[in-house]
């Protein structure tokens, strides 16, 4: 009977995002972003919300901290605010803006947990979708160094683990669109498809320069990574047949082909450039050696997959729609898929042939519709059944010799979840918005003591 005890040095996190916790969105010369603009704009965020003070944690972040250590974690990953520290997106430094974070990470350090700084999560200033139109230009990928240069500067002396960007297809593929209203901040919409591909190479650049920046900046050696969701396929069986079918499948799901493709092997999926033809992003000489930098890890964010099967056609797979009575949780995209964990790691290692990229799980939990009880409890035994078969499958991948190395859960506490708001609720901790009390649930004493035992318990 296994008990599934991990490496004495695997790293047990949890995660959040700027927008989605700190709040004091106008306070000490921050600036706007697109989701200020987006989710100040009727109709786009459920229930009106916004991030004007979510979690309060620009101002509570001592006693989160605490909490932190409360909970056992020795690695946290937060996001920086680039419309806190360079408010016009470019130009001029906010000192108090650097100030909040030189602040957070000497708590986080004083209580013996190591910062993981994602430096871009979604948050652009507001003044470059403004000048230029964002990710639209190909200049933002030298604002986007420039002001990595700036925080790495300045935190790089106590802060050595670094991811550029999260989840690029999030901010581009889902953020711009030809048709239809695009759920993510800026909302835009493009007159072509190339137009969109062109966001998400911009953004490749963007990281690639930002990896340069970081190293070219960090006063010691220091970790540089990069944070992606790309789809996983999941093989319906374990045969040979089906693990090849989705080895097929995977440059060609959803926008794999043209970010983790290139930015792992240096060249954009031939599949992809041949079906999109004339809607291929215009790739400059010099550029897939720009976005190919070399990585000390990769943050792998997953919350679901889609299941495939070898197939007599063309393509040699068949994507098997979800059914509808499949197991999801409280996400119309949450369906239970543990395997996806595995897969994943395992398309990173035998699919791409990057055996050689350290992974951690930057990102893994769920919405579940949490009720404080009337003892004041939240007994959330769905998400404690959710992360405990994903941390089973991060074992099998550790047990078989794949590089995993640390599991991040999301979220430390709930938060602003983009277009749904406070609707929905990711974190271990329960926050109660109307008077920001912390109330730690039951996942939080679980995922407690599975970091105090170093196994699933
Ligand atoms: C993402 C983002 C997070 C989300 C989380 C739940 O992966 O989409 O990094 O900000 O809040 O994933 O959707």
Request: aromatic fraction near 12%; charged fraction near 20%; include cysteine.
């Amino acid at each position: 009977m296994t008990s599934y005890s991990f490496p004495a040095n695997f790293q047990w996190g949890a995660a959040t995002a700027s927008y989605q916790i700190e709040g004091a969105s106008q306070e000490d010369g921050r600036k706007p972003s697109v989701w200020d603009t987006f989710s100040a704009t009727e109709g786009k965020v459920l229930n009106g919300d916004t991030g004007a003070i979510a979690c309060d944690h620009y101002h509570r972040y001592r006693d989160d901290v605490k909490l932190m250590a409360e909970l056992g974690i020795k690695h946290y990953r937060f996001s920086l605010a680039w419309p806190r520290i360079v408010p016009e997106g470019r130009g001029s430094v906010n000192a108090e803006g650097l100030g909040f974070y030189s602040r957070l990470v000497d708590e986080l350090l004083a209580h013996g947990i190591t910062p993981h700084a994602t430096l871009y999560h979604w948050d652009t200033p507001q003044a470059l979708e403004d000048a230029y139109g964002s990710w639209q230009s190909r200049e933002i990928a030298q604002d986007f160094a420039d002001y990595v240069s700036v925080v790495v500067k300045h935190l790089g002396d106590r802060v050595t683990h670094w991811f550029t960007l999260n989840e690029i297809s999030c901010f581009t593929h889902l953020s711009y669109s030809v048709g239809g209203q695009p759920a993510h901040a800026p909302g835009k919409r493009v007159s072509r498809i190339r137009d969109i591909w062109q966001t998400s190479h911009h953004a490749l650049l963007a990281h690639g320069l930002g990896c340069q920046a970081i190293r070219a900046a960090s006063p010691v050696p220091c970790s540089v990574s990069w944070v992606d969701n790309f789809a996983v396929p999941i093989p319906l069986t374990e045969s040979e047949v089906d693990i090849k079918a989705a080895q097929k499948a995977f440059p060609n799901l959803w926008t794999n082909g043209g970010i983790i493709v290139p930015a792992l092997t240096g060249a954009y999926s031939p599949a992809l450039l041949e079906t999109l033809g004339e809607d291929a992003p215009n790739i400059k000489p010099g550029d897939l050696e720009t976005i190919a930098q070399p990585l000390d890890a990769l943050g792998f964010n997953i919350y679901s997959g889609q299941y495939v099967r070898a197939a007599d056609n063309a393509q040699g797979y068949e994507l098997l729609s979800i059914p509808k009575s499949y197991p999801r949780l409280h996400m119309p995209w949450l369906h239970v898929t543990p395997d996806a964990l595995y897969w994943g790691i395992r398309h990173i290692s035998d699919t791409l042939h990057r055996s050689d990229l350290p992974i951690l799980i930057t990102e893994n939990g769920c919405a579940v519709q949490d009720e404080v009880t009337v003892s004041g409890e939240v007994l959330d035994c769905d998400r404690i059944f959710f992360m405990r078969e994903y941390l089973r499958a991060a074992h099998r991948a550790i047990a078989e010799g794949y590089p995993l190395r640390g599991y991040f859960a999301w979220s430390f506490m709930d938060n602003f979840e983009w277009a749904y708001g406070y609707d929905r609720r990711f974190g271990l901790t329960y926050i109660d918005y109307a008077t920001q009390r912390r109330i730690p649930k039951a996942s939080f004493h679980w995922y407690a003591e599975c970091i105090r035992q170093n196994r699933v318990v």
